[in-house]
């Protein structure tokens, strides 16, 4: 018989849409694991979810997932991939048919599916109990104690714990949430002397240390991730943690190049933001956003590469054959080679209030951690790219509905045929195209929105709570100003785009042309969406990582 671990008993989760099933899998687990495991039952792929997120921010154990194939709106296969986002260490065992059996071994790769269960599994001690003891003792040996909890403290509309808790979620932080309304959030307001929650949001640390209104870096610094770089120079400085940067993260410190990476915010970029990626080769069900990322980030430090957090880069100086990145907070670090990675940002709707209105009903990017509040509301998305058809087709599972709000006159000029499918075919989307926002409304939140007809110029006054921007790209490149070539929109500028008229760029002095992502200073390349005239699809952002590690690695040999 299993034993007991501690005083939260371990949870195994049954998923089945059939009563009568989901109730004999439960009986059968009951019988043999009751006496030491948690036994929960749930009839739905997304009552599952919101109870294991709920069990997640509790700090609570989850060994095993058993989820039935066929279930409406969300089968099982796309619910374990969910699942594997909350409890990447859990087993997760699929009940099928003899008829889904191809379904179940293509599970094996799509979310690493540890079993698969034929129905019926009578007698249980013969075709259920064996597989359970295994995956249980497999889960008993891998490092799976409960993760303290980091405890947030806010507002629903205080732009700043909604920052907070974007940042903890984008980089895996467990923590759980308390309203500042709340009778324990005012307990533990008090309890740090901030009876008045004046000053929010307040986090408190495992440890116990209380953290009112703190900036990216302190909270970074206090939850463990890390900031500080362990040496002063590195043979790789790779600036940025989306796709380009983690690829070239990891094809660097796989190659055996002392690497180290380094983050404004948190790793995956705008891609780790997407709910779901689904032309991404090799992932024929789509993954998300953040299981990629998750994955990549683990695999760059499997190689050896140093992630650093919440560190914001300034400056670029070129110092004989080192090349230096500067910090901040006046720091500094050197390196043989840089890749700049650092992607692009949404660029900020201009319109009267939607700036006093951000983070109070109006988010840009995906917003995942604000996804749940959205349900049963009305919600507008602004942009008509593949990052807003991805969001739309996300939040449309909840929300009562989805208004997708576009400039141009159709999708397809701008979003993947395979999207524009989708949108069409999800009955609680709508599009509306020759529309732009005029004016966002509302005191402390976001209650209305102006539209306006770009065709006839007519206006509208709509009712929304809730408004995701995904509009343009701007390159974060302005800190490189006076050191590395920008095209007018302050793209970096690379290889043949260098020397347009047959001439190196001014200052070049190797007796080469620069390679293909190399920038006006050699040793310094770009990869991904901050480079002119890129493809700004994650695929080509890794493929450039990789492709720039190897020209970093030709510069090298060459020095």
């Given at each position: ?21 989901s ?20 009839e739905s ?20 997932l ?39 071994i ?170 779901r ?38 400056g670029?100086?070129?110092n ?10 006046g ?16 660029r ?18 995906s ?60 009955p ?132």
């Amino acid at each position: 018989m299993e034993q007991t671990a501690g005083p939260a008993r371990t949870v195994i989760m049954t998923v089945d849409d059939d009563p009568g099933v989901s109730r004999a899998v439960a009986r059968d687990l009951r019988r043999r694991y009751g006496a030491s495991y948690r036994i929960v039952r749930a009839e739905s792929g997304e009552s599952a979810l919101a109870a294991l997120r709920e069990l997640k921010l509790r700090g609570g154990p989850v060994a095993v997932l058993l989820a039935d194939y066929r279930m409406p709106k969300m089968n099982g296969i796309e619910f374990l991939e969910q699942a594997l986002d909350i409890y990447p260490g859990a087993r997760r065992v699929l009940l099928t048919a003899y008829a889904d059996t191809n379904a179940a071994i293509d599970a094996i790769n799509v979310v690493d599916l540890d079993h698969y269960l034929l129905k019926p599994w009578e007698p249980p001690e013969e075709k259920l109990y064996p597989v359970l003891d295994d995956l249980l003792q497999a889960w008993r040996t891998a490092d799976n104690r409960p993760v303290a909890v980091t405890k947030v403290v806010g507002h629903r509309w205080s732009a700043r714990s909604s920052a907070v808790r974007e940042f903890l979620a984008r980089n895996q932080v467990p923590y759980r949430w308390y309203s500042s309304d709340d009778p324990e959030g005012r307990r533990l307001l008090c309890a740090a002397g901030e009876e008045g929650g004046l000053r929010l949001p307040l986090v408190i640390t495992p440890d116990g240390t209380a953290l009112v209104e703190p900036s990216d870096p302190e909270l970074a610094a206090r939850v463990g991730l890390a900031t500080t770089p362990a040496t002063d120079f590195y043979d790789l400085v790779v600036i940025g943690g989306g796709p380009a940067g983690l690829g070239s993260a990891v094809y660097g410190a796989s190659e055996g190049l002392r690497t180290v990476l380094v983050e404004r915010s948190a790793t995956g970029g705008q891609a780790g933001q997407s709910s779901r990626i689904e032309n991404y080769l090799g992932f024929p069900d789509g993954v998300s956003g953040a299981q990629l990322t998750d994955r990549a980030r683990r695999q760059a430090a499997k190689f050896g590469a140093e992630i650093l957090t919440a560190r914001e880069v300034t400056g670029l100086e070129v110092n004989g054959a080192s090349r230096v990145v500067r910090f901040s907070d006046g720091s500094a670090v050197a390196a043989h080679s840089v890749i700049l990675a650092t992607g692009v940002s949404y660029r900020q709707l201009d319109a009267p209030r939607v700036t006093e209105l951000t983070g109070c009903g109006v988010f840009y990017g995906s917003a995942l951690t604000e996804a749940a509040a959205c349900q049963g509301h009305d919600v507008y998305i602004v942009g008509g790219a593949n990052s807003a058809g991805q969001a739309a087709i996300y939040l449309a599972r909840s929300a009562k509905s989805v208004t997708v709000l576009v400039r141009r006159p159709s999708l397809s000029t701008s979003m993947s045929h395979y999207l524009v499918q989708q949108v069409d075919e999800t009955p609680t989307i709508s599009v509306r195209t020759h529309t732009v926002v005029d004016a966002a409304h509302g005191a402390h939140q976001l209650e209305q929105i102006t539209l306006r007809d770009t065709t006839t110029g007519d206006t509208e006054l709509v009712d929304a709570q809730w408004m995701f921007v995904f509009i343009g790209a701007a390159p974060l490149t302005d800190w490189l100003e006076g050191t590395v070539l920008r095209d007018s929109h302050g793209f970096i500028l690379t290889g043949p785009d260098l020397t347009a008229d047959g001439r190196p760029p001014a200052g070049w002095e190797l007796d080469r042309p620069p390679y293909h992502l190399e920038t006006n200073v050699p040793g310094v390349f770009v990869a991904g969406d901050a480079r002119a005239e890129s493809a700004k699809r994650v695929a080509s952002a890794v493929g450039e990582g990789a492709m720039a590690v190897m020209l970093a690695h030709r510069y090298l040999e060459q020095s």
